[in-house]
T-cell receptor, first 115, second 114 residues
Framework: AQSVTQLDSQVPVFEEAPVELRCNYSSSVSVYLFWYVQYPNQGLQLLLKYLSGSTLVKGINGFEAEFNKSQTSFHLRKPSVHISDTAEYFC?????????????FGKGTKLSVIP | EPEVTQTPSHQVTQMGQEVILRCVPI?????FYWYRQILGQKVEFLVSFYNNEISEKSEIFDDQFSVERPDGSNFTLKIRSTKLEDSAMYFC????????????FGPGTRLLVL
């Protein structure tokens, strides 16, 4: 079984400042990692994913994340946030083995960008 | 861009009543999912569906729940006798095929059981 911890439930940050949203996972097997974003009244939208290869993954809207296997982390970063980045961000994992595609999510981090 | 849609956006029901939550996955997608999020808690997997049968389900998905693909476009979640603890946001998701990793989520249905 896997689990995901997002330690920060809310992160306020000023516009144009950098931001890092933390995600740690626990798993006894190899995993794939995902970040989803949920804007108000919308569904979960995939920001980026790590399946294999380079540990630095770039996604949409200028976000990137780095997979760190030794620290079992997959933190999300953006060098300069915009007001439009205000949303809730979810980290998720799934067992990379065949047969199960269910995603295990963290509790989410609400990013508030302050003008 | 194609998207997953869900209806209704909000549903209020009395305890013990049956509810059906509807989803229209992205056309030509083959794999379908339901997740739920109780207020303040994590998004939790409920069930996955492929080739007209359940391929995986969680412990939450007990006998009061059922899923169906009644036609070529809809994917439904039925809760037979709702309980107060079923109050949650229910998300539908679809995935194109076994080679594609991304699950595309709908906007959710907020269910409130009174």
């Amino acid at each position: 079984a896997q689990s995901v911890t997002q330690l920060d439930s809310q992160v306020p940050v000023f516009e144009e400042a950098p931001v890092e949203l933390r995600c740690n996972y626990s798993s006894s097997v190899s995993v794939y990692l995902f970040w989803y974003v949920q804007y108000p009244n919308q569904g979960l939208q995939l920001l980026l994913k790590y399946l294999s290869g380079s540990t630095l993954v770039k996604g949409i809207n200028g976000f990137e994340a780095e997979f760190n296997k030794s620290q079992t982390s997959f933190h999300l970063r953006k060098p300069s946030v915009h007001i439009s980045d205000t949303a809730e961000y979810f980290c998720a994992v799934r067992n990379s083995g065949a047969g199960s595609y269910q995603l295990t999510f963290g509790k989410g981090t609400k990013l508030s960008v302050i003008p | 861009e194609p998207e997953v849609t869900q209806t209704p956006s909000h549903q209020v029901t009395q305890m013990g009543q049956e509810v059906i939550l509807r989803c229209v996955p992205i056309s030509n997608h083959l794999y379908f999912y339901w997740y739920r999020q109780i207020l303040g808690q994590k998004v939790e997997f409920l069930v996955s569906f492929y080739n007209n049968e359940i391929s995986e389900k969680s412990e939450i998905f007990d006998d009061q729940f059922s899923v169906e693909r009644p036609d070529g476009s809809n994917f439904t979640l039925k809760i037979r006798s709702t309980k107060l603890e079923d109050s949650a946001m229910y998300f539908c998701a679809s995935r194109a095929d076994r080679r594609q990793e991304t699950q595309y989520f709908g906007p959710g249905t907020r269910l409130l059981v009174l």
